[in-house]
């Protein structure tokens, strides 16, 4: 095999080679001493691109498959041959829209795929769904030195197919094709994988790289608004906290970018700079060892703002959730003037445009300051929440108060009425939130 100026395969090379890589670097030691040291280094190599017609039969990206012997699993550029099998595992949502298309598209090409849709849906994300495709897998006699399981979907689809993927035969290599604008800009790029787990969000989940990611923003067109919408938080985040750019973008062409789904130029710029924003806080920080991340922006009491709204029967998308969390800490920026009111209002009223809520039922100074301690505990006792600092600028901080929380959270609730960008479908907000309106 060609391993000269492939840095991964000289890598691999190196790895392999005794001597260089733990145990048999210090001699004879540990047979005199007891004690033995094992180092060894797993290298991440995975490719994310863009790609047109994935689902053309004449496009061949769909069909790549692993590098043999590759470590890590690599993705080829030589397309599966006909003849040779397919796993694919997809949301059952998609599959309805574009089941014909998948069937065809390898049927075209003489591959043989089996196809198998899951509910994916969050209420359903569990170890349940995750047992079910390690099942099928396993009556597939899935070689996984040759055949990479193809996942569809959105981030929930993509996060219990990851994580099977991890967990059968201890890595599985999987290739993404995210299907919503949150799984394309966010939760098919990075590696981690996840389930619920005892009624909280992505409790148990691994590390693991995918072998690939295709985004092909056509998938898009089939979006239901909300979804659109709920994506584009995740790069409103990214924007606020790390490109002004990005921000003036979306401040230009917030209604545009949702009423066409995402599909004009500015929804390719907005999406590649979201992206390219994502990986650079990312790659440096995998596995999340430095715990000031700035992507945990809009990430510091939205998950027990979420997780109360599924409770309440008046679910919240997970990008609602971290709108509602991002206009909360918007105005603790401003009440800092770490911002303007100027810089606070166009924040907010982009959230307005993208018909993003800032408030739900659910919402209480009580739930942020839970929502609050509970991350500070994740967060090793500090509460390391990235503030905005300026447009497309983040600072942490670690001294956010009780009395502070209060505060925001009653001008928010106003600004939210005010602006009718309250999420409530079941419980008058007046009546859910009562202490609220003494506080002010
Ligand atoms: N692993 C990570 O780093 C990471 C990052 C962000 C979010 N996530 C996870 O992602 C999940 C949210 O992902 P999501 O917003 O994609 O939700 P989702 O997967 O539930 O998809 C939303 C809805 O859209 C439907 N759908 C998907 N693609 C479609 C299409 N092209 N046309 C029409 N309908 C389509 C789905 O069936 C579903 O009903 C959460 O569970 C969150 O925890 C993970």
Request: glycine residues 6%; aromatic residues 6%.
């Amino acid at each position: 095999m060609a391993i000269k100026g492939n840095p991964i395969m000289e890598n691999v090379s190196r790895l392999n080679r005794t001597g260089l890589n733990g145990l048999t670097q210090h001699g004879t030691d540990g047979l005199q001493t007891g004690s033995f040291q094992v180092v060894a280094q797993q290298p991440i190599n995975y490719t994310i691109e863009e790609v047109e017609g994935l689902l053309d039969p004449a496009n061949k990206t769909l069909l790549r498959g692993v590098v043999p012997d590759s470590f890590p699993s690599l993705l080829s550029a030589a397309p599966a041959q006909p003849g040779e099998r397919r796993l694919v595992a997809i949301d059952d949502n998609v599959y309805r829209l574009y089941g014909k298309q998948i069937h065809q598209y390898f049927s075209v090409n003489g591959v043989s795929a089996t196809i198998v849709p899951l509910p994916t849906m969050e209420a359903n994300k569990d170890f349940e769904l995750v047992f079910e495709l390690a099942r099928r897998m396993e009556e597939f006699k899935l070689n996984r030195r040759k055949e990479p399981i193809i996942a569809i979907g959105g981030g929930v689809c993509l996060d219990v197919c990851g994580l099977a993927a991890n967990l059968y035969r201890r890595n599985t290599p999987v290739i993404k094709v995210p299907t919503t604008l949150m799984a394309a800009i966010d939760a098919s790029i990075g590696i981690k994988t996840a389930v619920n787990f005892d009624n909280r969000k992505n409790k148990l989940g691994t590390y693991c790289p995918p072998l690939g990611v295709f985004i092909d923003r056509s998938f898009l067109r089939s979006l239901d608004p909300r979804n659109i919408s709920n994506g584009a938080a995740e790069i409103l985040k990214m924007a606020c906290i790390k490109d002004e750019d990005l921000f003036n973008v979306l401040d230009e062409h917030a209604e545009q970018l949702r009423s066409s789904s995402f599909q004009d130029k500015e929804a390719s710029v907005a999406m590649r700079r979201s992206i390219q924003g994502m990986l650079e806080e990312l790659e440096p920080n995998l596995w999340e060892h430095v715990l000031c991340r700035l992507v945990d922006y809009g990430h510091t009491f939205s998950p027990e703002i979420e997780m109360a709204a599924l409770t309440h029967g008046d679910e919240l998308l997970h990008g609602e959730a971290v709108n509602i969390d991002m206009a909360l800490t918007t105005q603790m920026s401003y009440a800092r003037q770490l911002i303007t009111l100027e810089q606070r209002n166009q924040v907010l009223n982009i959230m307005k445009r993208f018909r993003l809520p800032m408030w739900h039922a659910v919402c209480h100074p009580s739930l942020f300051i839970k929502g609050l301690t509970d991350t500070t505990k994740a967060r090793d006792g500090q509460q390391r929440v990235p503030l905005m600092a300026g447009i497309g600028n983040a600072i942490f901080v670690n001294d956010i108060t009780h009395a502070e929380i209060r505060s925001a959270a009653c001008v928010l609730l106003a600004i939210a009425q005010q602006a009718d960008q309250v999420h409530s479908n079941v419980v008058p907000v007046r009546s859910a939130t009562p202490a609220l309106q003494l506080v002010a």
